[in-house]
């Protein structure tokens, strides 16, 4: 077997409604619905379903819990754009930036939380390559 890509994950959370406010104004994702009433958070070619927490769909993870994601997203926005909009929108970062090492290359990241307590990275690709 060889895996190409990641298409979707899903992510538990405790409201669906308040999750999609916090993707759509903060991390400019689409909120997309499918299927009969569920929703999902599309960027570039991939998606996070989501599913409340109680009402889960089947199959689904052995312990969906919501916050128990630790999530990295790369922007094309500069950091210094990334941190201005954050403080914007009046997003914690609890640390950043700094350097990490991505699936590519190096990475400027910032690191902030989501309304369930999920660990959210945003990184940039570092140019000094």
Known sequence: MQIERLDHLVMTV????ATCAF???VMGM???TFGPGRKALAFGEQKINLHER?????????V????????CFIASTPMSEVIR???EEHIEIIL??????GAIGQLESVYFRDPDGNLIEVSTFNKQQ
């Open 96 to 101: 950043g930036p700094v350097k990490r090492t």
């Open 23 to 25: 993707y759509a104004l």
């Open 14 to 17: 405790a409201n669906i409604e």
């Open 64 to 71: 969906p819990t919501p916050g128990s994601a630790d999530l």
């Open 30 to 32: 689409q909120v997309v």
């Open 85 to 87: 909009h954050l403080a």
């Open 54 to 62: 109680g009402k889960e769909f089947e199959p689904k993870a052995l």
